[in-house]
């Protein structure tokens, strides 16, 4: 245990999108909630020293530098938060729980199932707290499904269906950046958005047993580009390269516990611009859930009075919501960036408690090997069993 309002001090590898959300996370955590320990924003780290100057400025970081090693060998520096393209996650991962450093990383966990688990190993050998950033879990309604499932509210689970759609690539002059690259991201909208929705299912209703999938590359080449903040981008039309990620992935899945699970990720669905939802269907009820309307959740029982039966609305702001209780009052609704408040807290409730909190690097490797799983059936278009 630690004594309270110690500081812990941070260290980020990486600066834009992710960069942004988890500083700010760092920031408004000790305004909203009671955490043990005080987040303290030390170095930020990029390879672009003008861009990561302005980050650290801009997000408040007491300094920056243009080598993550030099963060990782600080004496000042006890947490490792990694925010950086998906290839580099393991080689830094790796060397920050030599150094002894608690890490926080960006999903997915890493490029192959290999890599996953010597971090993990890494992880466990230097007895460091770890965590995954699957954010999703931590939106106050997603917590409240989990309660009434666990508590038997919705029966036994026959159906889970997911969809994570996004569309911010149909464009064909969309630029190749990092993310439509296999051998910076792994996989496109399977590991980008389409992890999300694996590990949702994992944390509601269970593991996998075996999972059937195909995938699809609608645009083949596209101009040479570069991420230029949030997903924005700039190419040059000029010079093409070939795509070599999915676009797209349809999923049939079976789990441990019997239940039947279909899932869609793409970024080729024109209109949503950020559509992550899931439907749960029970014996005894079911639940609703959508990104874009985090804060409702939709549920139905099936022993409410005939006449009355359907699917009820709700706001899950109430001081007996998770989370709640630290904002606003009922009905004044939090948002997207809230959710890594909440995953931060807990990171850091970890450290401060002697705890492993979760996801972690375990939750990453079991979902690195859904996503190995998911391409080799698309490839051999054949059922494939989960060890």
């Not at 005939?306 to 948002?335: S, V």
Request: aromatic letters at 10%; glycine letters at 8%.
């Amino acid at each position: 245990m630690v004594e309270r309002n110690k500081s812990i001090r941070i260290g980020m590898i990486g600066y834009q999108f992710m960069g942004k959300a988890h500083s700010h996370a760092y920031r408004d955590l000790p305004f909203y909630f009671d955490n043990p320990l005080k987040p303290e924003l030390k170095v930020i780290a990029g390879r672009n020293e003008s861009a990561v100057k302005e980050a650290q400025e801009k997000f408040g970081w007491e300094s920056y530098e243009t080598d993550w090693l030099k963060v990782i060998e600080r004496d000042d520096i006890d947490v490792i938060d990694i925010v950086t393209p998906n290839h580099t996650h393991a080689e830094i991962a790796i060397a920050a729980a030599e150094a002894g450093k608690h890490i926080i990383t960006e999903k997915p966990l890493a490029l192959t199932v290999d890599e996953a688990q010597k971090m993990l190993e890494a992880v466990k050998k230097n007895n460091v707290k770890h965590m995954i950033c699957h954010n999703y879990r931590f939106v106050p309604a997603v917590q409240f499904a989990k309660k009434l499932i666990e508590e038997g509210k919705i029966g036994r689970v026959f159906h889970y269906r997911a969809n994570y759609l996004q569309d911010f690539i149909i464009d064909p002059n969309f630029p190749l950046v990092w993310r439509l690259k296999k051998e910076v991201s792994g996989s496109g909208a399977l590991g980008d958005i389409g992890a999300h929705s694996l590990d949702l299912a994992r944390f509601l209703i269970g593991e996998f047993s075996e999972v059937t999938a195909t995938m699809e590359t609608f645009i083949k080449q596209r101009p040479i580009g570069e991420m230029t903040g949030g997903l924005s981008a700039k190419g040059d039309s000029s010079k093409m390269g070939e795509v070599t990620v999915d676009d797209a992935v349809a999923v049939i899945a079976r789990f441990e516990n019997g239940a039947l699970g279909t899932f869609e990720a793409t970024r080729f669905a024109g209109g949503n611009r950020n559509k992550n939802k899931f439907e749960i269907n029970g014996k005894k009820g079911s639940i609703r859930w959508d990104m874009e309307n985090m804060n409702n959740l939709e549920v139905y029982f099936a022993d409410d009075a005939e006449g009355e039966q359907g699917f009820r609305l709700i706001n899950c702001t109430e001081e007996t919501h998770p989370y709640a209780g630290a904002y606003w009052p009922a009905g004044h609704i939090i948002g997207y960036e809230h959710t890594f408040i909440h995953l931060i807290d807990e990171f850091l409730r970890g450290i401060a408690g002697d705890y492993q909190p979760a996801p972690n690097f375990e939750d990453g490797v079991k979902n690195q090997i859904l996503l190995e799983a998911i391409e080799k059936s698309a490839e051999e278009r054949r059922w494939i069993k989960l060890d």
